[in-house]
């Protein structure tokens, strides 16, 4: 199994590094038959304009955008999850997205660059719950490891569709969330040592493959 992390610009080697301690074999890709033979895609945090650019520039916006709606699973962080929105708030004029995950995300919502900050937050990972205890609703009391986030300029997504799942909120604002095969985090786990949304990411592309 092979997991592309697209390599026009951002947190690349972090995300690379990061798949590789969850047990997969990550590669950097740029060109569209890299990604075609990758098993999924991450798409890292850094810029979403510049992603957005460079992704037309190289040919691959609607390339991409054909491979995700056709089922290939994505795992944005911060301007990836940007990438990975059907709706954009505060873009640029004309910007536009891979798309996938029916939610409106909100550019720089928690701040400039001068606002980035980090702190713990519980995330519904593998059964675990927002609230820090772990099993069924209504079931368990055991404590869970809160995850420490990092958020760079970090979007939020203002607003989830039906069949997104959120995985994890801080001070009522949707910082993680799911559908099908596509995965998305408004802060960079890459940059942390605890990699269970890598992990969660593999999962999810070995149960697609």
Known sequence: MVIGVLALQGD????????????ATARPVRRLAEIESADGLVIPGGESTTLWKLATAFDLLDPVR???AD?????????GLIMLADRLRDG???QQTFGGIDMTARRNAFGRQVDSFERDVFLRLDG???DGTAGAEGVG???????HAVFIRAPWVEQAGEEVTVL???????????????LATAFHPELTPD????????KMVKGTS
Request: glycine fraction near 12%.
């Open 12 to 23: 690349v080697r972090e995300h690379v590094r990061a798949l590789d301690d969850a047990g």
């Open 66 to 68: 054909k491979l995700i």
């Open 71 to 79: 089922g290939m699973p994505a795992f944005g962080s911060c301007a």
């Open 92 to 94: 640029v004029a004309g």
């Open 128 to 130: 675990d719950r927002t």
């Open 141 to 147: 009391t055991e404590e869970v490891t809160p995850f």
């Open 168 to 182: 994890g909120e801080d001070n009522g604002r949707i910082i993680a969330v799911r559908q099908g095969p596509l």
């Open 195 to 202: 990699r269970r949304i890598h992990e969660l990411f593999v």
